[in-house]
């Protein structure tokens, strides 16, 4: 485990001994590579991540308080531009000592990482990854557009209706004809 190969990895594991009674301030930058983000081609982070904020221990739990911000670069879902789309994420991190996992699990039958923003430290370090990576997942946006209004693709010569006014016949696709067909159904049932 070379600090070499870690590549900027390390910049997010914290060495608990050094944090002072009185506190930490943190800040740091990271690529997406040592935060082990899903691969996907709709999702990605156009600049480092930063987080920021505060270490402070109180015994052998550590608290961490702060934001992750970054840059994603996604399509757009209806007409497939990318657009750069800023998220900032508030982090409020607790780091159990190992023991407690113990003590949870069996006393109380309970997966302590289940509970959101609960993580363990070693009793050496902690480590900012897990809570990092899970804000930013959480960061991608299910349906992202361009504009609200974005007009899409033509379903017949896949043209930017953003850009160019087509005049393909949508037939098939278009929403109004199914719309029309519906209450056709709905009237011929009446009739009947
Ligand atoms: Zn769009
Ligand atoms: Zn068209």
Not at 34 to 59: A, N
Not at 83 to 96: G, K, Q, W
Not at 124 to 149: E, I, K
């Amino acid at each position: 485990m070379a600090a070499s190969q870690q590549g900027n990895s390390a910049a997010l594991v914290v060495n608990i001994a050094n944090i002072p009674d009185e506190g930490l301030a943190f800040q740091t930058e990271v690529t997406a590579t040592p935060l082990q983000l899903p691969p996907t081609t709709e999702v990605e982070l156009s600049t480092p991540v930063q987080v920021r904020g505060w270490l402070t221990k109180v015994t052998e739990q550590v608290y961490f308080q702060g934001t992750v911000r970054g840059t994603l670069a996604v399509a757009c879902s209806r007409c497939l531009d990318i657009i750069h789309s800023d998220f900032t994420a508030e982090m409020r991190v607790v780091y159990l000592p190992p023991s407690t996992r113990l003590q949870i699990e069996g006393e109380e039958g309970v997966d302590a990482e289940e509970v959101l923003d609960l993580y363990m430290h070693d009793g050496t370090t902690l480590d900012l990854r897990p809570p990092v990576h899970d804000n930013v997942l959480l960061a991608f946006p299910v349906q992202p557009l361009c504009r609200p209004d974005c007009a899409g693709l033509c379903q017949v010569c896949g043209g930017n209706r953003n850009e160019v006014l087509c005049t393909c016949q949508e037939t098939e696709g278009d929403p109004r004809f199914a719309l029309l067909k519906q209450l056709h159904f709905l009237r011929r049932r009446e009739d009947e």
